[in-house]
């Protein structure tokens, strides 16, 4: 199902953008921006930063197979993390809720159990469970999230659910990165210190978004989707 990107966009006062140089880079740049309200003009936080994505770069996710002609689309397995726009709905990590009082998003703390199930069969498909408290564990394949590293800290990206589309993609976050030279499996990834700072700041109230586009559809887009403006020469 099509989504509108205006629709998303106006009623949000928090953006996490994302902007890779070409569909099959794995590096780019993310910055942050907020405004006080829906009327009010974007702002940024800070500079942008480096990011890895996709092993095989980014892919139009599911929602924005009709924005344009040019580029992939987001499938399973593909290596690449979505192109788009979506909701930044929920943080994670290693740590015990009552240790991350200042995080505002509803937190899921990882346990030994916890599985981010992408076993397109599975009823669980592209959700995180404790698969000690599901009736039946109907899938065999999945991220045994506790035993990543770079998940010590993170946030789901709020990608292809409610419901699920089967094989358009599963288990999209934005968590630690392994360093400048890594890439991910479909995932956003930068700095821990970052990332923490990005955890902390997103407010549900404000309605988070992550925006991730390549350069030049970004350029495309920006006007009529409203989006900030951006120096798109240093990406």
């Not at 991350?100 to 703390?109: A, S």
């Not at 506790?146 to 599963?170: F, L, M």
Request: aromatic share 8%; with cysteine.
């Amino acid at each position: 199902m099509e989504v509108s990107p205006r629709a998303l966009l106006d009623t949000s006062d928090q953006l996490v953008v994302v902007i890779t140089p070409t569909w099959t880079s794995t590096t780019g740049t993310v910055q942050r921006y907020e405004r006080a309200t829906p009327a009010s003009e974007w702002r940024s936080l800070e500079p942008a930063i480096p990011v890895v994505v996709g092993r095989t770069g980014i892919a139009w996710g599911i929602g924005f197979d009709g924005v344009s002609s040019d580029g992939p689309h987001k499938h399973e397995g593909d290596g690449k993390a979505p192109a788009g726009i979506f909701p930044l709905d929920t943080a994670f990590g290693f740590a015990p809720r009552d240790s991350v009082q200042n995080v505002k998003l509803p937190y899921v703390q990882l346990l030994p159990t916890t599985d981010c199930v992408d076993h397109t069969a599975s009823a669980h498909y592209n959700t995180v469970v404790d698969r000690a408290s599901v009736p039946r564990v109907d899938w065999n394949s999945a991220e045994h999230m506790r035993q990543v590293a770079q998940y010590k800290i993170g946030v789901i990206v709020g990608y292809n659910a409610a419901p699920p589309v089967k094989g358009r993609g599963s288990c999209i976050f934005l968590h630690i990165w392994a360093g400048p030279d890594s890439h991910t499996a479909g995932c956003t990834a930068f700095d821990e210190a970052k990332l923490r700072d990005v955890m902390m700041w997103l407010d549900p109230a404000k309605r988070p978004l992550l925006v991730q586009l390549t350069a030049d559809d970004y350029r495309n887009l920006r006007a009529g989707w409203k989006l900030p403006t951006l120096d798109l020469r240093t990406i």
